[in-house]
């Protein structure tokens, strides 16, 4: 029988259900939803692309869902741009907008920050609008190619001969070494390449030919090329077998009025009035250019670089100072080929420097110069004016890629001086570039002499020369140059358009070198042709020596800088040059002169000592040279050329400082001597007492020697 519940049952029943429902109400109401308003965790960021290019702007926010998004640009709002990003393609007019997004929801908003656009202008990829053209040179000779180009900046050059990359040629224009007739045919093109893409040219051809111009080579500069090498290969007249005294001498003088320090420069076949001459051009420290016809001496035109009202320069020490340095001819300047000097006058106790540029047919004067030579660099603190009393242009002028470059020494070792470097147009004769290498150096050096030569130039527009004694600064900068920019006796790399110092070397004990009067820069370098060192690297090597009787080989990619605890350069062959002990009236030894190079092999004249041949392979010279044993040469040593058809019949010729002075002639290979002035009977082929830092010149079957008085010419005998 089923029990009956009873009353009291059903009401503990009913108050435990009433109980339940109460404790889930409570628990429920305990833990409510709380709704939290925007918040921007990672703001948008700027934008950097290229027109055309997409822009992408996101941000990264927090809080209660759903969260909305609305961009604007420019405080105007983007139709449907409503996610935590935007992207769009950016134009040019788009360049410097500003983006900013709200983030809202429900509880609130909130406004990021803003991130600007930057738009650049798309790359355009090269596109050359000048091709390189075909060239054609005698064996010898060097050749230029060039390309014209428009694109993106930056523009990369690298040129090919034959297929296969040429080291160091990575400028709009490449100068090959001296050819050989065996590169005749050679295909020279150039890579023109950016971010945006490359561009190949189209082949250039070079000619190389073995027989001469008529007239033979041009002699437009100093030591014949911008790689100050001294090396004629385009002498096909004189050779070892007719250059003795029984087939050759003096067959004539040409008088001038004055002194010719400078080198001789020589054109073949110039048209004059109508007429062809094979033409030396000579300058004089009486400031005077003459033009003469080199064949049969006749002075075809004189020119007096003094301007009205002013005397020519004149001082205690140097006596008459006019034009000192070795002038540059550029044949294809002007209506008929141009000649640039300077000259220094005077008026009064006042001094000035002039650059003159001339017409090579007529003497008469072009670009409306005279240009007046003025200078003002920085300084510590300050400024540093050109004072054109204390200063001469002593190195040979160099011109380049349509610039020329003037270097200043001196006067007579007078303080206060310093080196100047000056560069000018071509075309204009205005002054584009300035560089003193001694600012702070009080007016104490250094200068720039190097015996004559003139600074050198690379195909990549980089110029290179030995500044003298003076002030070096030990203390050096974090990139490792001097401090206070002041570089005595240092090797100095320098860019040509900009005139500034991009890479130097200079000895450990230079302060010691300045202190004792032993010139780094009392001789000239010569810039190598380039050569693959024993690891199978091309080398671009520059090569000098100075008072000390060191030869320094320098890396030109990578000079050495200056260290106090050793010389960090590609080679050097330590006190191989000259007698080092003091000399009567002269100071010291070493080289007071420039290098020659030919066939592999460096030639110095060193001071009281013999004429000395170094051979150069594997980038480095050889450490037991060749020398002639007939002569030594007294004060100031010898500056070596080289005269050659190409690598055959190969003679250097040097000149003796003595009285009567000599011409010498020795045979490149042995140095075993074939001719001396001094060999004729009856005194025929003498010329003359000796004059100072005199490098002859070959052209055309023909010898230059500058006297005291004029030139002298010697060939083979009638």
Known sequence: MRRQRTGLTWIVLSWFALVLVGCSQVGTDAQPDTASAPAILTQP???????????????????????????????????????????????????????????????????????????????????????????????????????????????????????????????????????????????????????????????????????????????????????????????????????????????????????????????????????????????????????????????????????????????????????????????????????????????????????????????????GGPMPITAVAPKGGGTLTFNPAQANERAALLLNNGTIYTTWTSRCDLYFYTGWIMSYSAATLQQTGVLNVAPNSGGVGPAIWMAGNGPAADSANNVYLITANGVFDTALDPSGFPNMGDFGNSFLKIAGDSLSVTDYFAPFNGVTLSSTDKDLGSGGLILLPDQTDSSGTVRHIAVGAGKDGNIYLVNRDSMGHFSATGNNIWQQLTSILGNLGELPSTGHGGIWSTPAYFNNHVYFGPVNDSLKSFSYTSAKLSTAPVASTSVKFVYPGAAPVVSANGTANAIVWAHQNSDPAILYAFDAGTLAQLYSSSDAAGGRDQFGAGNKFIAPVVANGKVFVGTTNGVAVFGLLP
């Open 45 to 367: 960021a700027d934008q950097d692309v290229a027109e055309g290019e997409t822009a992408t702007f996101a941000v990264v926010a927090a809080g209660s869902q759903p969260l909305a998004y609305q961009w604007s640009r420019n405080g105007a709002v983007i139709n449907g741009a409503v996610t935590a990003s935007y992207s769009a393609a950016a134009r040019a007019d788009n360049d410097g907008d500003s983006f900013t997004v709200r983030v809202s929801n429900p509880v609130g908003a909130v406004d990021s920050n803003a991130a600007r656009l930057s738009v650049r202008s798309a790359a355009l990829a090269p596109s050359i609008t000048a091709q390189p053209a075909n060239q054609s040179i005698t064996a010898g000779q060097t050749a230029t190619f060039s390309v014209t180009a428009t694109g993106s900046a930056p523009l990369a050059y690298r040129w090919q001969k034959n297929g296969v990359d040429i080291a160091g040629a990575t400028a709009a224009t490449y100068t090959t070494p001296a050819e050989a007739t065996s590169d005749n045919g050679a295909l020279f093109v150039v890579i023109v390449s950016n971010t945006a893409g490359s561009v190949t040219s189209v082949g250039a051809q070079l000619t190389v030919t073995s027989a001469a111009q008529p007239g033979g080579v041009d002699v437009v500069t100093y030591k014949y090329d911008k790689a100050r090498t001294g090396q004629n290969q385009s002498e096909t007249v004189l050779t070892p077998a007719n250059v003795s005294a029984a087939t050759f001498g003096k067959v004539r003088f040409l008088s001038t009025d004055g002194k010719v320090d400078a080198q001789p420069l020589y054109l073949g076949a110039l048209n004059i009035g109508g007429v062809s001459h094979n033409v030396v051009f000579v300058a004089t420290e009486n400031d005077s250019i003459y033009a003469f016809d080199a064949d049969s001496g006749a002075q075809l035109w004189k020119k007096a670089l003094v301007p009205a009202g002013e005397t020519v320069g004149n001082d205690t020490c140097l006596k008459t100072t006019g034009v000192m340095a070795t002038p540059v001819i550029d044949r294809s300047a002007g209506a008929h080929g141009t000649i640039y000097a300077v000259a220094r006058t005077q008026s009064g106790t006042a001094y000035h420097h002039w650059l003159y540029a001339l017409d090579v047919t007529t003497g008469a004067e072009l670009l």
